[in-house]
Nanobody
Framework: QVRLVESGGGLVQAGGSLRLSCAASGRTFSRYDSGWFRRAPGKEREFVTAIDWSGGSTYYTDSVKGRFTISRDNAKNTLYLQMNSLKPEDTAVYYC?????????????????WGRGTQVTVSS
């Protein structure tokens, strides 16, 4: 069992930056692939980025490539999302997730543990 708690969301102007953190409880977090999803108002949940358990491989959806960076510190049981050059269309609730199964890093359906989310609002 893994419990995930996100933090770091807030209000930022377009072009600005935010760093999200996800604190995980449970000794198995360091063995699991993890990622970030988001849900914008009136839209379905979107798979944003993922990182494998070792931190050696990453996946990004096209809309955030070159702007967002996912990382993890397994010693601290923490997942991060550095978001730069933010745009109003990045406004959403951001969710941390982790997967207790192994497979394609870009497969959103594998993620089965979820945080409660943190709101990111980008003003124009």
């Amino acid at each position: 069992q893994v419990r995930l708690v996100e933090s770091g969301g807030g209000l930022v102007q377009a072009g600005g930056s935010l760093r999200l953190s996800c604190a995980a409880s449970g000794r198995t977090f360091s063995r699991y692939d993890s990622g970030w999803f988001r849900r914008a108002p009136g839209k379905e949940r979107e798979f944003v980025t993922a990182i494998d358990w070792s931190g050696g491989s990453t996946y990004y959806t096209d809309s955030v490539k070159g702007r967002f960076t996912i990382s993890r510190d397994n010693a601290k049981n923490t997942l991060y999302l550095q978001m730069n050059s933010l745009k109003p269309e990045d406004t959403a609730v951001y969710y941390c997730a982790t997967s207790s199964s192994y497979g394609d890093l870009g497969s959103a359906s594998r993620f089965n543990y979820w945080g409660r989310g943190t709101q990111v609002t980008v003003s124009s």
